[in-house]
C-alpha cells in the first residue's frame, strides 16, 4: 500500500474539502463582526457571549444534555446485557442469527422509517397512557431503542476476542456466577462498555430526525432549536452554537480514541 | 510423607458429540501422588476426560469419583481439581500475584492467609519478581509457571494440565519437562497430563495410558508400554517401531523376512510381529542362533549419538551405537532377539 | 428434571437428553440446565430487544398493514382495507393521474444512486490513502472522517449556506461564468442537494473500505502487477475481488440512509427539490395522513428488509465456513 498513485490525491483532497470546508465556514463566520456574513468585518467573541444568555438555547441545551446523559445510561446498562444475553447462552443457531438479524434493524433502518415507525408505536402507546404523547418520554425511548443496538454491537465486538477458557478458567478456581461477573465479564468488558458508551451518547447529540418526530412543546433539542431557527433566516449565534457542538464532537471522538488505546495495552 | 490428595476414579465414562462417539466408556485410577499421562492423537477424546473431570463438560454416562465422593454432581467451581489451559488462559486484566489469587479470594480465603499463600505459589514457581506484571508481558514460559502456581495455590486434590506445553517451542519444552516432573514430585499431588507428545509422555509420567478413538488402548509404566506394546497402535504411536506381518506356524511365524520365533508364543494364526529398531542386532559374520537374516544396508543416517540404518528388506530399520566400518550397500546379518520380538494383538 | 436438582445433588438422571429444555449442560463451565441458561439470556436479552421489538420491528409490519388502511376525516386510521394509498404512489390520485408523486420518487431513487456513485468513487480513494499512512497515525486520519459523520446533520446540512449562498465568493463565480443569473444563489438547488448528500454520507462509504483495503493481500497485489500492466488491471484483478464484500456493505450504508434523507432536501433542496424523506414527514404532521405515509414508507421498509437480508445471509455463509 505504499506506491499510490498521485492523482490519488486530488479526490482525497477533494473528498475532505467536501467534510470539512462547509464546518470551517462555519467556524468562521461565528466569529465574524458581520451579523449577515457578507463580508469580513473583524473578529469577534461577541456572538459566544450571546449564546450564553439566550433562554430558549439554554433550554434546548438543557433538553439535548438531559435526552443524551438519561438514553446513554439507560442503553449503555441495557446494551451491555443485550450482549451478554445474546453472546454468553448456547442459543440454537436459528434463535441467534434470528436474535443477530433484529439487532441490526436499528442500525440499517434509515433515520426517518426509523422515525415514522416511532411515531406509530407512540401513536399506539398514547392510547393507554398520556406518558408517551410527544415529549422528552418519547424522545428518549426513541434514543435508546437505537443506541442500545449500537452499544450492544460494541459490546459484542469485544466479547468475540475474548476466549471461552477464560470463563471455564474462573469457574475452575472456585468463582461463583457472581465472583465472575465483577471480577472477570465486567473489567474485561469495561473498555467496550466505556467505548459504547460514548458512541451512544454521541449519537444522541447527532440526532435529529428521531428527535424532530417526537418532540412536543417545550422539548426541543439544540439540533431542533438550529433547524427551526433556520427558517427565520441564519444568523451568527446559531454559527457560534454549531461550531461548539461540533468541537463536542471532536472531543468526544478523542475520548473514544483513548478508550481504544487503553484497550489495546490490556 | 504419605501423598497429599484423594485416589481419584473414573468408571465408564462416556461422551457423545452429536454423530461422533469421543469416549467410549473409559476406565481409570489414579493413586494419590501420581504423575498420570493421557496420551494420544488428536481427536482421542483425551482431552473431553480432561474437561470432564474438571467438570467443563458434561459426561453422558459413567462415573468420576474422588476418594469415593462423586465428582460429576458438582459444579466445576465446587470441585477439588485445578487446570492449566492448553493456552493458559490467564486473566488478562489482572497482574501475576492476582491471577495467582483469584482462586483463594473466589472462595473469601482471609486475605492474610491469600498473601502468605501466593507468595509461597510464586516463590515455589520463581516467580517472585514478576508479581506485578500483566500476563500480557510475560514470555511463553513464563505464562506457564503463572498458570501453574494458580492452580497449585489452591492445593487441589489433582492438577490436571491440558497439552501444556504446545505454546512454547521445543528447547524450552524439554527443560520445562524436567521441572514439571519435579515440581510434582516435590509437592507429592496427583498430575494428569494431557498431551500427543510421546517424549513428554515419557519423560514426566509415572503411568502412561494411550488412548485412541475414546478408548484407553494400553496403560502402564512408561518403560512398560514402550517397551511391551500391546497393539500396533501403541507400538507406532510411542517410538519407532518395526512391524512385521506374520503367519503363525507352530511356535514359529512365516514373515517376509524368514521364518522367525518370538519368545511368547502369539495368539493369533495371522498378525503382526514388533520389534523396536534399537533392538535389532547388526554384524558383519552370521550370528548364533534363530532369527538371523541377511540384508543390504540401503542407508545411513548418522544421528551424532547413534546411527540409524535402513535395510533392504521390508523396510527394516535399525539403530546402532556405530556401525564399525560398515557402509552404505554393504552386507550385514540382522538379528531379532526373540526376547524383544513381541506379537502384537490383532 | 426441575432445576432445584441441579448443582450438588446425585445424578441419577446424569443421561443428556440432547436438545431437551430440562437436559443439563455445561456451558462456560457453568452447570446449568438449557432451560435456566435460556430463561438467563431472555431475561438479559428482554429490555434492549424489547425496545426495539416493540418501538422498531413491530411499528414497521404496523407500516405495512398500514399501507392499506383510510385516512378518517380528521386525520384518524379507519381499517378499511383499501389499495388507494399504493394507487396514489402510481399517480392515481383524487383529481385522477397526475405524475408529480412519480416524479418525487423516481427522482429520490436517482439522487441516492448518484450520491451512492459519488460517495463510493470519492471513498476507495480515501480508504487507500489511510491505509497508506503510518500505522500509528491512521487512527489521526480515520478520526478527521468519524468526526463530520458524527456532526449533527442539520449542521452540516446549513453548513453549506455561507457557502453557496448569495453573497459567498462561489456563487458570484457561478454569476460571472453565467451559470446564474444576477439575483440566484446556488442554493438551493440540485447541486445543493448532490454535495450534501455526499458529504453527509461519505464517511458510511469510507469505513468498511478502509477496513477491507487494509486487510487487503499484498501478495496478490504484488502477483496482479506481474500479470497486468495497468492499474486498472490490478485494480479490477487483485483489489475488487478482496474489497467485494466491503464495497456492498458500503452501497447499502449509503443508498438506504440517501434515499431517506429528509434534512438536505428539506434546507438544500428548496420547495422544488422534494424528495421521498420530505413527502414522508408531510404526510406524518403536515397532513396527518398516515395510511398514505406508512405507503410510502413501504419503499424504505423493503430497502431495509434487503439489506438485512443481505446482512443474514453473509452471516449464515460465515458460520457455514
Redesign the interface.
Same mark, same amino acid.
Given at each position: 500500500?505504499?506506491n499510490?498513485?498521485r492523482w490519488?490525491?486530488v479526490?482525497?483532497l477533494? !473528498?475532505?474539502a467536501?467534510?470539512?470546508?462547509?464546518?470551517l !465556514?462555519?467556524a468562521?463566520?461565528s466569529v465574524n463582526a458581520s451579523r449577515?456574513?457578507?463580508?469580513w468585518q473583524g473578529f469577534t467573541w461577541n456572538w459566544y457571549g450571546r449564546l450564553f444568555a439566550h433562554e430558549a438555547i439554554g433550554a434546548a441545551a438543557k433538553n439535548t444534555l438531559l435526552v443524551a446523559c438519561i438514553s446513554t445510561a439507560v442503553?449503555t446498562?441495557?446494551?451491555t446485557?443485550?450482549a451478554?444475553?445474546?453472546d454468553?447462552?448456547?442459543?440454537p443457531?436459528r434463535v441467534r442469527?434470528a436474535?443477530?438479524?433484529?439487532?441490526?434493524?436499528?442500525v440499517?433502518?434509515?433515520?426517518?422509517?426509523?422515525a415514522?415507525?416511532?411515531?406509530?408505536?407512540f401513536?399506539?402507546l398514547r392510547q393507554a397512557s398520556s406518558l408517551f404523547d410527544p415529549g422528552l418520554v418519547p424522545m428518549i425511548?426513541?434514543h435508546?431503542?437505537?443506541q442500545?443496538?449500537f452499544v450492544?454491537l460494541v459490546v459484542r465486538a469485544r466479547l468475540a476476542t475474548l476466549?471461552?477458557?477464560?470463563?471455564? !478458567?474462573?469457574?475452575?478456581?472456585?468463582?461463583?456466577?457472581r465472583?465472575l461477573f465483577w471480577?472477570?465479564t465486567l473489567?474485561?468488558l469495561l473498555p467496550a462498555v466505556a467505548g459504547g458508551a460514548l458512541l451512544a451518547f454521541?449519537?444522541s447529540?447527532?440526532?435529529?430526525?428521531i428527535s424532530f418526530?417526537t418532540t412536543g412543546s417545550g422539548s426541543d433539542t439544540?439540533?431542533i432549536y438550529?433547524?427551526g431557527s433556520?427558517r427565520r433566516g441564519?444568523s451568527p449565534e446559531?454559527?457560534a452554537l454549531?461550531t461548539l457542538?461540533?468541537l463536542a464532537?471532536?472531543a468526544?471522538?478523542?475520548g473514544v480514541?483513548r478508550l481504544?488505546r487503553t484497550r489495546e495495552?490490556? | 510423607m504419605g501423598a497429599p490428595g484423594r485416589a481419584l476414579e473414573v468408571r465408564e465414562v462416556r461422551k457423545r458429540f452429536g454423530a461422533v462417539d469421543v469416549l467410549r466408556g473409559v476406565t481409570l485410577s489414579a493413586d494419590p501422588g501420581t504423575f498420570l499421562t493421557l496420551l494420544g492423537p488428536s481427536g482421542c477424546g483425551k482431552t473431553t476426560l480432561l474437561r470432564i473431570v474438571a467438570g467443563l463438560e458434561l459426561a453422558d454416562s459413567g462415573s468420576v469419583t474422588l476418594g469415593g465422593e462423586d465428582l460429576l454432581a458438582k459444579p466445576a467451581q465446587q470441585r477439588p481439581v485445578n487446570t492449566v489451559f492448553q493456552q493458559y488462559a490467564l486473566f488478562p486484566h489482572l497482574t501475576v500475584a492476582d491471577n495467582v489469587a483469584f482462586g483463594l479470594r473466589a472462595r473469601r480465603i482471609p486475605e492474610a492467609d491469600v498473601a502468605r499463600k501466593v507468595s509461597e505459589a510464586l516463590e515455589l514457581l520463581q516467580l517472585g519478581e514478576l508479581a506485578v506484571r500483566l500476563p500480557a508481558k510475560l514470555s511463553g514460559g513464563q505464562k506457564q509457571r503463572v498458570a501453574l502456581a494458580r492452580a497449585l495455590v489452591n492445593e487441589p486434590d489433582i492438577l490436571l494440565l491440558d497439552e501444556p506445553m504446545s505454546a512454547l517451542d521445543a528447547k524450552l519444552r524439554a527443560q520445562v519437562q524436567l521441572e514439571l516432573r519435579r515440581l510434582q514430585r516435590r509437592i507429592g499431588r496427583t498430575f494428569v497430563l494431557v498431551t500427543h507428545d510421546q517424549d513428554e509422555a515419557l519423560t514426566v509420567s509415572d503411568r502412561i495410558l494411550v488412548m485412541r478413538e475414546g478408548c484407553i488402548e494400553q496403560a502402564g509404566a512408561p518403560e512398560d508400554v514402550y517397551a511391551r506394546p500391546r497393539t500396533r497402535f501403541v507400538a507406532e504411536f510411542l517410538g519407532a517401531a518395526n512391524l512385521i506381518e506374520a503367519t503363525r506356524d507352530g511356535d514359529a511365524c512365516e514373515t517376509a523376512l524368514g521364518r522367525l520365533e518370538p519368545a511368547e508364543k502369539p495368539g493369533w494364526t495371522r498378525g503382526c510381529l514388533c520389534i523396536r529398531p534399537e533392538k535389532l542386532e547388526l554384524s558383519a559374520t552370521r550370528p548364533e542362533g534363530a532369527n538371523a537374516i541377511e540384508a543390504t544396508l540401503e542407508e545411513v543416517v548418522y544421528r551424532g549419538d547413534h546411527v540409524e540404518v535402513f535395510l533392504g528388506v521390508s523396510g527394516l530399520r535399525a539403530r546402532a551405537p556405530a556401525l564399525n566400518g560398515l557402509a552404505r550397500g554393504a552386507r550385514v546379518w540382522v538379528r531379532l532377539p526373540a526376547a524383544h520380538l513381541m506379537a502384537l494383538e490383532a | 428434571m426441575s432445576e432445584r436438582e441441579l448443582p450438588g445433588l446425585p445424578t441419577a438422571a446424569l443421561k443428556n437428553r440432547d436438545g431437551a429444555l430440562g437436559a443439563r449442560v455445561v456451558w462456560l463451565g457453568e452447570l446449568a440446565s438449557r432451560r435456566r441458561l435460556f430463561a438467563r439470556g431472555g431475561a438479559l436479552m428482554g429490555g434492549g430487544m424489547g425496545l426495539i421489538l416493540a418501538l422498531v420491528a413491530l411499528p414497521m409490519l404496523a407500516l405495512v398493514a398500514l399501507a392499506f388502511a383510510t385516512r378518517g376525516t380528521h386525520g384518524e386510521i379507519e381499517w378499511t382495507l383499501t389499495l388507494n394509498n399504493l394507487k396514489r404512489l402510481f399517480g392515481y390520485g383524487i383529481l385522477g393521474w397526475s405524475p408529480d408523486i412519480l416524479w418525487i420518487l423516481s427522482r429520490s431513487v436517482l439522487v441516492a444512486a448518484v450520491t451512492t456513485v459519488l460517495c463510493v468513487a470519492f471513498a476507495f480513494p480515501l480508504a487507500f490513502f489511510v491505509a497508506s499512512r503510518p500505522p500509528a497515525r491512521r487512527y489521526a486520519w480515520l478520526a478527521l472522517i468519524v468526526v463530520p459523520m458524527l456532526t449533527n446533520v442539520v449542521i452540516r446540512a446549513y453548513a453549506w449556506f455561507p457557502l453557496l449562498g448569495m453573497h459567498s465568493p462561489l456563487t458570484k463565480l457561478a454569476q460571472i461564468l453565467g451559470f446564474l443569473a444576477a439575483d440566484e444563489a446556488l442554493y438551493p438547488s440540485a447541486l445543493a442537494v448532490y454535495l450534501g448528500q455526499t458529504a453527509i454520507n461519505l464517511p458510511f462509504a469510507v469505513l468498511p473500505l478502509y477496513a477491507a483495503v487494509e486487510r487487503l493481500d499484498p501478495a496478490l497485489i504484488d502477483a496482479a502487477r506481474d500479470l497486468y500492466a495497468s492499474r486498472w488491471g490490478i485494480f479490477r484483478h487483485a483489489i475488487l475481488p478482496q474489497v467485494r464484500a466491503a464495497l456492498a456493505v458500503a452501497i447499502v450504508l449509503t443508498f438506504v440512509p440517501a434515499l431517506g434523507a429528509f434534512v438536505v432536501p428539506d434546507l438544500l433542496g428548496g420547495a422544488r427539490g422534494m424528495l421521498l424523506g420530505n413527502l414522508l414527514q408531510q404526510q406524518f404532521f403536515t397532513a396527518r395522513n398516515w395510511p398514505y405515509g406508512a405507503a410510502i414508507s413501504l419503499m424504505l421498509v423493503a430497502c431495509s428488509v434487503v439489506a438485512l437480508w443481505y446482512y443474514g445471509r453473509t452471516q449464515a455463509r460465515e458460520a457455514a465456513r
Open positions: 500500500m505504499k499510490l498513485p490519488v490525491y479526490p482525497v477533494f !473528498a475532505l467536501l467534510l470539512y470546508v462547509p464546518l !465556514a462555519v468562521v463566520q449577515f456574513g457578507t463580508s442503553s446498562v441495557l446494551g446485557c443485550l451478554l444475553g445474546l454468553r447462552i448456547p442459543w443457531g442469527r436474535l443477530d438479524i433484529l439487532l441490526h434493524l436499528p440499517i433502518t434509515p433515520d426517518i422509517l426509523f415514522a415507525a416511532l411515531v406509530v408505536a401513536g399506539v425511548l426513541g435508546i431503542a437505537f442500545v443496538a450492544a476466549e471461552p477458557e477464560l470463563f471455564e !478458567a474462573a469457574r475452575d478456581l472456585y468463582a461463583g456466577k465472583y471480577h472477570v473489567p474485561l454521541t449519537l447529540l447527532d440526532d435529529f430526525i418526530f439544540l439540533p438550529i433547524y433556520l441564519l446559531i454559527h454549531s457542538m461540533v464532537t471532536v468526544l471522538v478523542l480514541e481504544n495495552v490490556t | - | -
